[in-house]
């Protein structure tokens, strides 16, 4: 059973379904950095909130403290703030967690985590989860993204439109729905960093835009003819 409330006869075509959503949305842009610091600092300068102003706050943080594990270390309190303000709520927080960010850097990696790049993947993620709020999806984000190991991290926007679309099962917690899905899918992935790129960000898009976690605009999804939380809700 999945998330769907149904037992889906088939999965989707995801090769499919992926070029059907390049050909709604368009080719993505290129992911802003392919530095795994510079990603975790992504992850981290906002929260929960859109990724324009992610964006703005991250510029403002290389424009006044710099991006490096050293400059982060140098930079004064405010000059950080000035960055993590505009990252949304409990800015002070995130200024702690991004010198702690640069602190672990410079202990663990001696301020390069260039080397976390050529380790085996199980290793790689555990390197990366060292660091505050990256768990098992946001490492394989990174090790996708600076194009070190081919692997489909995905956020919580493409895991729900995945589940809605018949792959995997909504499980107890976020870890196991997520490894199911995972399994579902790796048949079906391609041996391609552009191709899995784009996956991770047109899923994304899908799951903000269209498949949105309450009232997904499915009338409007180019998808849905595939869809099992689609099919599942059409009168026969
Ligand atoms: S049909 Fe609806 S539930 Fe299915 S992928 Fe599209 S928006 Fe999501």
Request: hydrophobic fraction near 35%; aromatic fraction near 6%.
């Amino acid at each position: 059973m999945n998330v769907n409330g149904i037992m889906p006869a088939s999965r989707p075509n995801l090769q499919k379904t992926i070029s059907q959503l390049a050909k709604h949305y368009g080719n993505p842009e290129p992911p802003i950095t392919t530095d795994p610091f510079e990603l975790i600092l992504w992850e981290n300068v906002a929260y929960l909130v859109s990724d324009e102003r992610r964006a703005e706050a991250f510029k403002m943080l290389r424009r006044h403290a710099g991006i490096k594990p050293h400059e982060i270390l140098a930079a004064s309190h405010d000059d950080i703030l000035q960055a993590t303000k505009l990252g949304g709520m409990h800015p002070e927080q995130r200024v702690s967690r991004l010198k702690e960010i640069a602190l672990i850097a410079m202990n663990e990696f001696g301020g390069d985590l260039t080397q976390v790049l050529k380790l085996p993947l199980p290793k790689a993620k555990q390197a990366l989860r060292k660091f505050p709020s990256i768990g098992e999806p946001s490492a394989e984000k990174i090790l996708l993204f600076t194009r070190a190991h081919p692997v489909l991290g995905l956020d919580s926007n493409g895991l729900r439109v995945l589940l809605r679309l018949g792959f995997g099962e909504e499980k107890k917690n976020y870890t196991a729905t997520y490894s199911t899905v995972q399994e579902a899918i790796k048949g079906q992935l391609k041996d391609d960093y552009d191709w899995l790129i784009s996956t991770h960000i047109l899923l994304r898009q899908h799951g903000k835009e269209l498949c949105k976690t309450n009232a997904p605009l499915c009338e409007k999804c180019p998808v849905r003819k595939s869809c099992a939380y689609f099919t599942a809700r059409v009168p026969t």
